[in-house]
C-alpha cells in the first residue's frame, strides 16, 4: 500500500452528497442496527426543531439555503477492495435512510416532491440495489420503499425486526405540521444543509484505531455527572454527602436494570415533570425554555434556578436527593416495568402503561411523575399515577380514531399543559379536570367510518388489541393482550372479514376503490393469528365463520354458537347493551352494524367514568 493510499481524510459533507450515488457495506462482524423509539425520536426532534427555529411558510424555497446548518457527528469509513464499509455510523446512516425512504412515501403524490431516491438506492444495469448495500436488509427496504406488507416475525434477524419498528416510529413521530406546506423545504434542508464528518481510512487498522481514540480517550462528563457534581458539592455535611453519594449510585444502578440511559431518561422526565414552568414556542427564532433546555441542558438548568426549586442550604440538597430523587426514581423505576412487561404491570395495576408503551408513546413519563409527592403514601400515589395513564391512553385513542396525530411534537404541548395542570392535585381533582379534558376532544361516534389505511395499520392493531382483550376480560377470560401484541407465536395480524375481492360484493359496490374503503372500515376487521388468514383469509365469509369459532371472542360472535353456552359473554352484553349480533351473511348492511358495534364497545373500552372509578376505589 501507498503513502497516498495510507492517508487518512476527514471532509464535511451534506446528507446530499453523502449518501446519492454511494454504496456503502457493513462487514458481517459489525453489530446490528439496534437503535430504540427513543433514539429516533430524538433524532427527529432534534432535525424538526433546529429546522423550526428559521423556517417560515411564507419564504420561497430558496430562502432554505441561507437557513441554519446541522451537525450529525461522523462516519468513519474503512476503504478496501473499491469498497466502501462503515466502521462507525450505521445507526446514523441507517435511520437517515429509513427518515429518506418515509419522506419519498410521504410526498408520492405532491407535485412540489423533492426527489430522495438516488439517496436510498441506485440502478445499475437495470438492477436496483440500495445505497446501504447489507443483502439480508434489502427485503425490508425494498417493502418499506414501496408500502408493501412484510412479516417482522422472530425468524428475521435482529436488523431487520428493527428496521421495520423504527421505519413505524418514524411515521408515528414525524411532526404533523411538516406534512403540509412546509414539506418540501423540510426535506430540502435535510439533505442540503445538515452535515457529517465522512473519515475515510484505507485500512481497516486505521479505521479502528481512529474509531478507539474517539470514544475511548478522556473521560467527558455527561450532563447527569455534571448534575451528580453541583447537587453533591452543596452538601457541606461529609457524612450527609457520603450518603447522598452513595443513594446516587444505588438508584443509578437499580435504574440501568431496565437499559441504558435510563438515569438520564428519569432526571428528564422527574424535573420536567415537577419544575417545567414555560415550553418553547414553534416559531421561528424562538427560545428554548424549561421543558426544552431540561432535555438537553438538566444540569446548567438546575444550576441556574436551584432557588425557586427551593434548593437553597446544603440540607435542601441532601433532601433533594436522600427523599425527593428517591422517591420520584423508585416510581419512575415501577412504571418502567410495567412499561416494558404486561404481567408485571398487571400485577402492580398499571396496565396502562403497558398499553402506552404499544402505542410508542414516550411522553407519559414526566405526566405520571407531575402527578405525584413525596408525601402521598403508596394508595394515594398509585391512584393519582393509574388516572394520569388511563387518562393519556384514552386521549391517545380518541385521536387516533379520529386520525390526528399523537406524535412527539403533536402531543408535546398538550401535556406539557397537563403536567402543569396535574400538579398538587388529590386522585379526585385529577380525575374531574381529566375528565373534562377529555371532553373537550372528539369522541369515537364523531368518526363513524373509521377505518385502515397504509400510514396507521400499526395503530389499528393496537386499538383492535385493546379492544379484543376488554370483551374478554370483561366476560371472565384471562387477558390475552400481551399475546395480540406481542413478537412470539402465534404471530396474530388484522384479518379482514371480506374476501379481497370485489366480484363477491359488486352488487353492493359501484366501483372497486368504495369496495375497498368499506373492507378496511374497523367494523370489518378482526385480530387474528397469521396462520388464519394464510389459510382462510380468501374464503368467503360463510366459509370463514366457522373456523372464527376457534379464536378469539370478538371473532366468535359472529357465529350463532357463541351465544350458546356462555355465560360471561352473556352477561356482558345485559351489563353493557352492547349490540353484539351473529350474521349468517355479512354483507355492506352487516358491516355496518358491526362497525356501529366497535364504535359503541370503544366508547366502552376508553370510557371517561373509568377514571372516577379509579379515584374512588377503597372509598
Known amino acids: 500500500m501507498t503513502t497516498e493510499q495510507r492517508e487518512i481524510h476527514a471532509i464535511s459533507k451534506s446528507v446530499r452528497e453523502l449518501l446519492q450515488g454511494v454504496k456503502y457495506s457493513i462487514d458481517y462482524y459489525q453489530r446490528e442496527y439496534k437503535w430504540e423509539t427513543k433514539q429516533v425520536v430524538e433524532l427527529i426532534n432534534d432535525l424538526t426543531g433546529r429546522f423550526m427555529e428559521d423556517h417560515d411558510d411564507n419564504n420561497p424555497r430558496e430562502a432554505v439555503a441561507s437557513y441554519g446548518r446541522y451537525f450529525?457527528?461522523?462516519?468513519?469509513?474503512?476503504?478496501?477492495?473499491?469498497?466502501?464499509?462503515?466502521?462507525?455510523?450505521?445507526?446514523?446512516?441507517?435511520?437517515?435512510?429509513?427518515?429518506?425512504?418515509?419522506?419519498?412515501?410521504?410526498?408520492?403524490?405532491?407535485?412540489?416532491?423533492?426527489?430522495?431516491?438516488?439517496?436510498?438506492?441506485?440502478?445499475?444495469?437495470?438492477?436496483?440495489?440500495?445505497?446501504?448495500?447489507?443483502?439480508?436488509?434489502?427485503?425490508?427496504?425494498?417493502?418499506?420503499?414501496?408500502?408493501?406488507?412484510?412479516?417482522?416475525?422472530?425468524?428475521?434477524?435482529?436488523?431487520?425486526?428493527?428496521?421495520?419498528?423504527?421505519?413505524?416510529?418514524?411515521?408515528?413521530?414525524?411532526?404533523?405540521?411538516?406534512?403540509?406546506?412546509?414539506?418540501?423545504?423540510?426535506?430540502?434542508?435535510?439533505?442540503?444543509?445538515?452535515?457529517?464528518?465522512?473519515?475515510?481510512?484505507?485500512?481497516?487498522?486505521?479505521?479502528?484505531?481512529?474509531?478507539?481514540?474517539?470514544?475511548?480517550?478522556?473521560?467527558?462528563?455527561?450532563?447527569?455527572?455534571?448534575?451528580?457534581?453541583?447537587?453533591?458539592?452543596?452538601?457541606?455535611?461529609?457524612?450527609?454527602?457520603?450518603?447522598?453519594?452513595?443513594?446516587?449510585?444505588?438508584?443509578?444502578?437499580?435504574?440501568?436494570?431496565?437499559?441504558?440511559?435510563?438515569?438520564?431518561?428519569?432526571?428528564?422526565?422527574?424535573?420536567?415533570?415537577?419544575?417545567?414552568?414555560?415550553?418553547?414556542?414553534?416559531?421561528?427564532?424562538?427560545?428554548?425554555?424549561?421543558?426544552?433546555?431540561?432535555?438537553?441542558?438538566?444540569?446548567?438548568?438546575?444550576?441556574?434556578?436551584?432557588?425557586?426549586?427551593?434548593?437553597e442550604s446544603s440540607d435542601d440538597f441532601y433532601r433533594f436527593i436522600e427523599r425527593d430523587m428517591q422517591f420520584y426514581a423508585g416510581w419512575y423505576k415501577r412504571l418502567r416495568l410495567a412499561a416494558q412487561n404486561y404481567t408485571h404491570a398487571l400485577a402492580d395495576r398499571l396496565e396502562d402503561i403497558f398499553y402506552l408503551a404499544q402505542l410508542g408513546f414516550t411522553l407519559q413519563y414526566p405526566v405520571l411523575l407531575a402527578a405525584i409527592q413525596p408525601q402521598d403514601d403508596e394508595s394515594t400515589a398509585l391512584k393519582k399515577v393509574r388516572i394520569v395513564a388511563a387518562f393519556i391512553e384514552n386521549l391517545l385513542a380518541r385521536r387516533l380514531w379520529n386520525w390526528r396525530s399523537i406524535s412527539y411534537d403533536t402531543m408535546q404541548y398538550p401535556m406539557f399543559l397537563v403536567i402543569k395542570e396535574v400538579r398538587g392535585k388529590t386522585p379526585e381533582e385529577l380525575a374531574q379536570i381529566l375528565a373534562g379534558r377529555l371532553r373537550e376532544y372528539e369522541s369515537f361516534s364523531a368518526n363513524e367510518r373509521f377505518s385502515m389505511h397504509k400510514m396507521n395499520r400499526y395503530m389499528i392493531h393496537r386499538l383492535l388489541a385493546r379492544m379484543t382483550d376488554f370483551v374478554e376480560r370483561e366476560s371472565g377470560l384471562a387477558s390475552r393482550y400481551a399475546e395480540y401484541v406481542g413478537k412470539g407465536k402465534p404471530q396474530y395480524e388484522i384479518e379482514h372479514i371480506w374476501a379481497d375481492d370485489f366480484e363477491q360484493h359488486k352488487h353492493e359496490f359501484a366501483h372497486p376503490v368504495d369496495f375497498a374503503e368499506y373492507r378496511n372500515r374497523i367494523g370489518g376487521l378482526l385480530l387474528l393469528p397469521k396462520s388464519f388468514n394464510a389459510s382462510y383469509g380468501d374464503l368467503p365469509y360463510e366459509q370463514k365463520r366457522e373456523h372464527y369459532l376457534k379464536q378469539n371472542l370478538l371473532a366468535q360472535s359472529l357465529h350463532p354458537k357463541c351465544y350458546q353456552h356462555n355465560p360471561g359473554f352473556l352477561k356482558f352484553i345485559k351489563r353493557t347493551g352492547l349490540p353484539f349480533k351473529p350474521y349468517d351473511h355479512f354483507g355492506r348492511a352487516e358491516l355496518d352494524e358491526r362497525q356501529q358495534l366497535y364504535v359503541q364497545l370503544a366508547e366502552r373500552v376508553w370510557s371517561i367514568d373509568r377514571l372516577y372509578v379509579i379515584a374512588e376505589e377503597g372509598q
Not at 417545567?276 to 427564532?285: N, P, W
Open 72 to 311: 450529525l457527528g461522523s462516519v468513519i469509513i474503512s476503504n478496501k477492495e473499491g469498497q466502501k464499509f462503515i466502521v462507525d455510523g450505521q445507526q446514523r446512516l441507517t435511520t437517515l435512510t429509513l427518515l429518506l425512504i418515509y419522506l419519498h412515501n410521504l410526498q408520492r403524490d405532491r407535485e412540489d416532491r423533492v426527489d430522495v431516491t438516488d439517496m436510498v438506492f441506485s440502478v445499475k444495469y437495470g438492477k436496483k440495489s440500495f445505497n446501504l448495500d447489507v443483502p439480508e436488509r434489502t427485503e425490508v427496504m425494498e417493502a418499506l420503499f414501496r408500502g408493501a406488507e412484510f412479516d417482522p416475525t422472530n425468524r428475521q434477524p435482529e436488523s431487520v425486526r428493527n428496521i421495520y419498528a423504527r421505519y413505524h416510529d418514524i411515521e408515528a413521530y414525524f411532526p404533523e405540521e411538516l406534512k403540509g406546506k412546509a414539506l418540501p423545504y423540510f426535506v430540502d434542508w435535510l439533505i442540503e444543509n445538515v452535515y457529517l464528518v465522512e473519515i475515510n481510512a484505507y485500512s481497516d487498522e486505521d479505521a479502528y484505531t481512529i474509531f478507539e481514540t474517539m470514544n475511548d480517550r478522556g473521560l467527558s462528563l455527561s450532563p447527569t455527572d455534571m448534575l451528580k457534581g453541583y447537587l453533591l458539592n452543596n452538601i457541606t455535611e461529609e457524612a450527609k454527602r457520603t450518603d447522598a453519594a452513595r443513594i446516587w449510585k444505588e438508584t443509578q444502578h437499580k435504574l440501568s436494570e431496565s437499559g441504558t440511559d435510563e438515569m438520564t431518561d428519569f432526571l428528564k422526565a422527574w424535573l420536567r415533570g415537577q419544575y417545567a414552568e414555560t415550553i418553547r414556542e414553534r416559531k421561528k427564532h424562538a427560545k428554548p425554555q424549561d421543558f426544552d433546555r431540561l432535555g438537553t441542558e438538566f444540569h446548567r438548568w438546575v444550576r441556574e434556578r436551584h432557588e425557586n426549586m427551593g434548593l
